[in-house]
């Protein structure tokens, strides 16, 4: 509306765009004129006016035009030279790949710039660039059916863009654009375009909506596909030619402005005659909704006899109101009470807590005491030990050492005994030798004496160097077996810390995974087995699963105990269809093969674990007979648990028995829970108590068990505040990886150790076995080398002898060393018997060690049991401490809710009537209430009438009545005043219509006559809305009286072309646009009429404000005065490819 309405206005303010503080008096005599001339004639003489009138007034405008061309020459010498076009008109072009333009850029001035240039130069490409950046379509430059026939050939896409200026007050958008507004305009051969608006060429922008380039035009009264704003070079050629009078006339209105006024008028007339019809209708239902009132009220007259009863049962509803009130009053008060008892419930919980808290820290500080004694106990024993160790070590050395005395006297006696055998054998080979002659001895029995001698050296050696081997074997075992030892304590100590250190990290790991995955307590990348569900098709229905994710704990106390009891089924699957429980097993398959899937606990190697998948029948059975919770026999499994699933919590009840299955916060509550159950009605019971042990018994055999549950070695699956349980484990993470890297450290010393005494005893292994197998090798090769002597050589008595001697000799060393050994044999034994009782004594002292030990460390674990047994009962009392909060939270709550309600019951009761000082019985009062409604109701049967309901219609009628007759009343006077104000602004329209038809008359007679030209414009405003443009060349002889008129098709293409620029500067004086834009203007004129066409159209710009003319011609503007500020003439370069330079001349 606004769109529209905005031309309109400012048509009406600038029809004459010469109009200001100057304006001529003979424009102002001829408006006078006018408008004394509309006062005498009336509406209907007015309408009917024919050209026969307007022939007569052009004698009026004969007369005045001599007066009305010196008027403007004054004007002009009045006007300010600097009146130039400030805001919308076009400041430069730029056309880029356009039509024949690979890169044109164009200025132009504020006035008239002629464009002038050889065909195919371009010209009319600028104009179709303008048109195009304008918003035209193609066809409007009658260059091509669409964008993409403009593009230049060989290239994709193509750029115009126009600078307009934006200054004065018709600027658009100042604050956002400034001075100037840049409209670029895209397109490419696929037709795709879009618009840009900038302030500047290289700034950012602003805007790239098309509706933001129509409200620019609208702002500046530029309609880039009017005639009058641009008029292409087939419409020039062929504008009068082609033009039917009731086009021109449409031209007429729409080019000053009028259809748009007149589109405004025709609006407000439509809108008027549907008010009209409206009203016209309400007029004809007002009757029957009167009568529709009139029978109500007689309707309420007639049920005026039951207002007796009503006024009694207002009454009983008063008394009623304030009896709920006082009921409400009670039950608050109860309400009340047993909120103070939660309330006592609750500082007597936070009291224990304080206690257990108070109980837990002094065991915890006991714990640290312990801990600590430990330490210093353990350090304190570091030298005993070691002593230990030194005292153990020598030991063994005496023990060795005490062997190889004793190996050495076997040894030396067994030498004695050789030597007494060799001296028997000597001695009779002496008596032999002195029964024979010896001979001479040759060189081979001198060889082989050196090598006997020689063979005894080596054997004498490897004897001395056994018992020396001996002992080190012995010692090199005896410091094996330590290292050893030591090294499988430090191994089982070792694995030991790194699995509590795995476990702990695992639980710590996972933990941290739920805070971004629910699924992670029941399984590693669970997230691809249940994309593959989703996926999957079931014969039956979708797995449910993991079941877990159906049950919530209730009592954090019971944490461990249920997560051992149900960790594996938790993390199970089930199925309705056998045949659904193949296809889940295979993607369990497939996800552990693809994706690492494995179920809580996951296993680091080995085969995955795979979740149990339970068939199930979907049998809803009822357990509630076999609830012992439900029973009162104490609290179950299924009582500390919150499931959301009905086959899951069947599942679980199917296989655990939960209903059946008793829980205890303690062992000691859990042995008195079976005292108290077992009997006649429950033969047997099982219990499990938050310590993680399990009870059960039997009546028949009297049979009492308890011992731990089996260790759920997954994660904990009942973590109810993730965050606090990962900052309780972190510390816990990181001593226990501290530990396990201590440990291994050592591990590393100890198998060093160890290695390094196995290869001790390898090498004294090996040096043992060279000697024990190098004795009996040499005493063979003695042998060998002895009978090789006696078979050289006879028996010789001396060297018998001799040898005999040293033989003798020999044994009496042995017998000398044999006694030294046997001594140092009593030394031996006596260190040995010595070392044994001091390794016996510190062992002693260990094994008091040990057992001082083993004392604390029971210490420490009852203090960590009862640290633990303090954070269960926490858990306990807090759990109970919430459930009793929330308790009184709820009855908080409800009172808050009932005296919102007693509040509003009182505020209902007090609109009956004040609170009374005694209640009756609602129920009482109820009772009469009803039969007073029964009386009432009878009373309606009589009357056969709904009271309420016909007073409330009543009511309702009445008013819709009222503001009927109040809107009817109200929109005849507005359907009046619109109807007077159309009427008057269609005669004052009317009265401007023909102004302007009269105005742009003379302008034209004006203009052709500076050819010697003559013409009428026929306006046929109210019957036929035609146009008809009759000229009379100079070449009709005669004088003006018998000039021959005749039609734009009868002219020569040369006198068309000037009756068409005379006619559009004719209306052109009483259009608004900026800009004014003309192609081929003077193709048909020759030099005289071109050069008076185109002053024509240079006087026309001169009297223009604030107006911009851009005209396209092929010739020179030889003989044309284009001088003055504001004017240009810009001369394209003949056409050549890829033309880039502009030559410009002023």
């Known amino acids: 509306m606004s769109a529209s309405a905005s031309p309109a206005k400012r048509t009406a303010q600038s029809l004459d765009p010469d109009e200001g503080d100057g304006v001529t008096m003979v424009k102002r005599v001829k408006r006078e004129r006018v408008d004394e001339r509309a006062m005498v004639i009336d509406e209907d003489s007015e309408r009917d006016a024919s050209d026969e009138e307007m022939d007569d007034n052009?004698?009026?405008?004969?007369?005045?035009?001599?007066?009305?061309?010196?008027?403007?020459?004054?004007?002009?010498?009045?006007?300010?030279?600097?009146?130039?076009?400030?805001?919308?008109?076009?400041?430069?072009?730029?056309?880029?790949?356009?039509?024949?333009?690979?890169?044109?850029?164009?200025t132009l001035a504020e006035k008239v710039n002629f464009v002038v240039g050889h065909n195919g130069s371009g010209k009319s490409a600028i104009l179709s660039g303008l048109a195009v950046a304008l918003g035209a379509k193609a066809t409007v430059t009658g260059r091509g059916a669409g964008l993409k026939s403009m593009i230049m050939t060989g290239k994709d896409r193509a750029k115009v863009t126009v600078t307009m200026r934006n200054v004065g007050e018709d600027a658009f958008m100042p604050e956002l654009f400034g001075d100037e507004i840049v409209i670029e305009r895209n397109f490419d051969k696929s037709g795709a375009s879009n618009f840009k608006f900038r302030a500047s060429k290289?700034?950012?922008?602003?805007?790239?909506?098309?509706?933001?380039?129509?409200?620019?035009?609208?702002?500046?009264?530029?309609?880039?596909?009017?005639?009058?704003?641009?008029?292409?070079?087939?419409?020039?050629?062929?504008?009068?030619?082609?033009?039917?009078?009731?086009?021109?006339?449409?031209?007429?209105?729409?080019?000053?402005?009028?259809?748009?006024?007149?589109?405004?008028?025709?609006?407000?007339?439509?809108?008027?005659?549907?008010?009209?019809?409206?009203?016209?209708?309400?007029?004809?239902?007002?009757?029957?909704?009167?009568?529709?009132?009139?029978?109500?009220?007689?309707?309420?007259?007639?049920?005026?006899?039951?207002?007796?009863?009503?006024?009694?049962?207002?009454?009983?509803?008063?008394?009623?109101?304030?009896?709920?009130?006082?009921?409400?009053?009670?039950?608050?008060?109860?309400?009340?009470?047993?909120?103070?008892?939660?309330?006592?419930k609750i500082d007597m919980l936070e009291t224990k807590l304080e206690e257990i808290d108070a109980a837990q820290e002094k065991a915890k500080s006991d714990v640290t005491v312990?801990?600590?004694?430990?330490?210093?106990?353990?350090?304190?024993?570091?030298?005993?030990?070691?002593?230990?160790?030194?005292?153990?070590?020598?030991?063994?050395?005496?023990?060795?050492?005490?062997?190889?005395?004793?190996?050495?006297?076997?040894?030396?006696?067994?030498?004695?005994?050789?030597?007494?055998?060799?001296?028997?054998?000597?001695?009779?080979?002496?008596?032999?030798?002195?029964?024979?002659?010896?001979?001479?001895?040759?060189?081979?029995?001198?060889?082989?004496?050196?090598?006997?001698?020689?063979?005894?050296?080596?054997?004498?050696?490897?004897?001395?160097?056994?018992?020396?081997?001996?002992?080190?074997?012995?010692?090199?075992k005896a410091e094996l077996d330590e290292a050893t030892k030591a090294l499988s304590d430090i191994q089982l100590e070792a694995t030991e810390a790194e699995r509590q250190y795995s476990e702990a990290k695992r639980s710590l790991d996972n933990l941290q995974a739920r805070r971004t995955d629910r699924l992670a307590p029941y399984g590693r990348n669970l997230r691809w087995v249940m994309q593959a569900i989703e996926a999957a098709q079931w014969k039956h229905s979708k797995p449910i699963g993991p079941l877990g994710l159906h049950v919530k704990l209730k009592d954090p106390v019971y944490r461990n105990c249920?997560?051992?009891?149900?960790?594996?089924?938790?993390?199970?699957?089930?199925?309705?269809?056998?045949?659904?429980?193949?296809?889940?097993?295979?993607?369990?398959?497939?996800?552990?093969?693809?994706?690492?899937?494995?179920?809580?606990?996951?296993?680091?190697?080995?085969?995955?674990?795979?979740?149990?998948?339970?068939?199930?029948?979907?049998?809803?059975?009822?357990?509630?007979?076999?609830?012992?919770?439900?029973?009162?026999?104490?609290?179950?499994?299924?009582?500390?648990?919150?499931?959301?699933?009905?086959?899951?919590?069947?599942?679980?009840?199917?296989?655990?028995?939960?209903?059946?299955?008793?829980?205890?916060?303690?062992?000691?509550?859990?042995?008195?829970?079976?005292?108290?159950?077992?009997?006649?009605?429950?033969?047997?019971?099982?219990?499990?108590?938050?310590?993680?042990?399990?009870?059960?018994?039997?009546?028949?055999?009297?049979?009492?068990?308890?011992?731990?549950?089996?260790?759920?070695?997954?994660?904990?699956?009942?973590?109810?505040?993730?965050?606090?349980?990962?900052?309780?484990?972190?510390?816990?993470?990181?001593?226990?990886?501290?530990?396990?890297?201590?440990?291994?450290?050592?591990?590393?010393?100890?198998?060093?150790?160890?290695?390094?005494?196995?290869?001790?005893?390898?090498?004294?292994?090996?040096?043992?076995?060279?000697?024990?197998?190098?004795?009996?090798?040499?005493?063979?090769?003695?042998?060998?080398?002895?009978?090789?002597?006696?078979?050289?050589?006879?028996?010789?008595?001396?060297?018998?002898?001799?040898?005999?001697?040293?033989?003798?000799?020999?044994?009496?060393?042995?017998?000398?060393?044999?006694?030294?050994?046997?001594?140092?044999?009593?030394?031996?034994?006596?260190?040995?018997?010595?070392?044994e009782a001091d390794s016996a004594a510190a062992q002693d002292s260990l094994n008091s060690f040990h057992e001082e030990i083993a004392k604390k460390k029971d210490m420490l674990t009852s203090l960590q049991q009862q640290v633990k047994k303090c954070d269960n009962?926490?858990?306990?009392?807090?759990?109970?401490?919430?459930?009793?909060?929330?308790?009184?939270?709820?009855?908080?709550?409800?009172?808050?809710?009932?005296?919102?309600?007693?509040?509003?019951?009182?505020?209902?009761?007090?609109?009956?009537?004040?609170?009374?000082?005694?209640?009756?019985?609602?129920?009482?009062?109820?009772?009469?209430?009803?039969?007073?409604?029964?009386?009432?109701?009878?009373?309606?049967?009589?009357?056969n009438i709904d009271l309420d309901q016909v007073v409330q219609q009543h009511l309702i009628e009445t008013e819709r009545l009222n503001k009927t007759i109040l809107l009817i009343n109200s929109f005849r006077d507005i359907e009046r005043l619109l109807k007077t104000g159309f009427e008057d602004r269609?005669?004052?329209?009317?009265?401007l219509r023909k102004n302007t038809s009269i105005r742009i008359h003379m302008r034209f007679i004006e203009n052709i006559r500076k050819r010697g030209f003559d013409g009428r414009l026929h306006f046929d405003h109210d019957v036929a809305e035609e146009l008809r443009l009759e000229v009379a060349t100079s070449n009709d002889a005669g004088t003006q009286r018998e000039m021959v008129y005749k039609g734009p098709a009868s002219l020569s293409g040369g006198e068309r072309s000037f009756v068409t620029v005379s006619l559009l500067l004719s209306m052109w004086d009483s259009a608004p646009a900026s800009l004014r834009c003309l192609d081929e203007w003077d193709v048909f004129l020759?030099?005289?009429?071109?050069?008076?066409?185109?002053?024509?159209?240079?006087?026309?710009?001169?009297?223009?404000?604030?107006?911009q003319f851009v005209l396209i011609s092929p010739l020179d503007m030889n003989g044309v005065n284009t001088a003055g500020r504001g004017n240009k003439v810009i001369r394209l370069a003949d056409p050549v490819r890829n033309q880039r330079r502009l030559e410009e001349f002023q």
């Open 58 to 106: 052009i004698d009026d405008v004969d007369a005045n035009i001599e007066e009305l061309r010196r008027q403007r020459a004054v004007e002009r010498g009045r006007r300010n030279p600097e009146d130039l076009a400030t805001a919308g008109v076009v400041k430069e072009i730029s056309l880029q790949n356009f039509m024949c333009h690979e890169n044109l850029t164009v």
């Open 202 to 344: 290289d700034g950012k922008i602003l805007s790239d909506k098309r509706d933001m380039l129509n409200k620019m035009c609208s702002q500046w009264q530029i309609s880039i596909d009017s005639p009058l704003c641009m008029l292409t070079q087939d419409n020039a050629k062929t504008f009068l030619a082609r033009t039917d009078p009731k086009v021109m006339y449409s031209f007429f209105l729409k080019g000053t402005g009028l259809a748009s006024i007149m589109e405004e008028y025709q609006s407000t007339k439509i809108h008027r005659e549907k008010l009209s019809r409206d009203l016209a209708n309400a007029e004809e239902a007002l009757p029957e909704q009167q009568s529709k009132v009139k029978k109500l009220q007689n309707l309420i007259q007639f049920a005026e006899k039951a207002r007796n009863l009503r006024k009694k049962q207002e009454d009983l509803k008063a008394q009623l109101a304030w009896a709920f009130v006082h009921d409400k009053e009670r039950d608050i008060e109860t309400v009340r009470q047993f909120a103070n008892e939660l309330q006592a």
């Open 370 to 476: 312990i801990r600590e004694e430990i330490a210093k106990f353990v350090e304190d024993n570091r030298q005993t030990q070691q002593e230990m160790s030194a005292k153990k070590k020598k030991l063994q050395e005496a023990r060795t050492a005490l062997q190889a005395a004793k190996a050495s006297v076997k040894e030396c006696k067994g030498e004695i005994m050789s030597r007494d055998e060799e001296i028997a054998e000597m001695e009779e080979k002496l008596a032999a030798a002195q029964r024979e002659q010896a001979g001479e001895m040759n060189p081979e029995q001198v060889k082989l004496l050196a090598q006997l001698e020689k063979a005894d050296a080596q054997k004498s050696g490897l004897q001395r160097q056994l018992p020396q081997s001996e002992r080190a074997v012995a010692t090199a």
């Open 562 to 835: 249920l997560s051992n009891m149900l960790g594996s089924s938790l993390c199970s699957f089930a199925v309705r269809d056998p045949a659904d429980q193949n296809t889940l097993q295979r993607i369990f398959e497939q996800c552990a093969r693809d994706n690492n899937f494995s179920a809580s606990p996951a296993r680091d190697r080995g085969p995955p674990n795979l979740p149990a998948v339970t068939w199930y029948k979907g049998d809803r059975f009822d357990f509630s007979n076999g609830d012992l919770a439900r029973q009162g026999v104490g609290e179950t499994v299924l009582s500390k648990l919150e499931v959301d699933n009905e086959d899951v919590l069947r599942i679980l009840i199917t296989s655990h028995q939960i209903e059946r299955t008793l829980v205890a916060p303690s062992d000691n509550d859990a042995l008195d829970v079976m005292d108290r159950v077992l009997g006649p009605h429950h033969q047997s019971i099982v219990v499990f108590s938050a310590s993680e042990f399990r009870h059960n018994g039997h009546v028949r055999n009297r049979l009492r068990q308890s011992g731990p549950q089996p260790k759920w070695k997954g994660p904990d699956m009942f973590v109810t505040d993730v965050a606090a349980e990962i900052e309780r484990l972190r510390p816990i993470v990181a001593e226990r990886e501290a530990t396990m890297r201590t440990l291994r450290a050592e591990l590393r010393v100890r198998q060093t150790d160890a290695d390094k005494a196995s290869e001790k005893l390898k090498t004294a292994e090996k040096a043992l076995e060279h000697n024990q197998r190098g004795i009996p090798h040499i005493r063979r090769a003695i042998e060998a080398i002895t009978d090789k002597l006696n078979a050289l050589r006879p028996i010789d008595g001396n060297a018998t002898e001799i040898s005999l001697q040293e033989v003798r000799g020999e044994k009496a060393k042995l017998q000398e060393e044999l006694n030294n050994l046997e001594g140092s044999l009593d030394v031996r034994q006596k260190d040995f018997e010595a070392a």
């Open 873 to 943: 009962e926490r858990m306990h009392y807090k759990g109970s401490l919430q459930r009793a909060e929330q308790a009184l939270q709820k009855e908080q709550a409800t009172i808050d809710e009932d005296e919102k309600t007693l509040k509003s019951w009182t505020n209902s009761a007090l609109g009956f009537m004040e609170r009374p000082d005694e209640f009756g019985n609602a129920a009482d009062i109820e009772a009469e209430r009803k039969a007073v409604d029964k009386q009432i109701e009878q009373a309606k049967r009589r009357t």
């Open 986 to 991: 269609t005669d004052r329209w009317q009265v």
């Open 1086 to 1107: 020759d030099s005289a009429n071109r050069r008076i066409a185109a002053n024509l159209l240079m006087e026309a710009a001169r009297d223009a404000t604030s107006k």
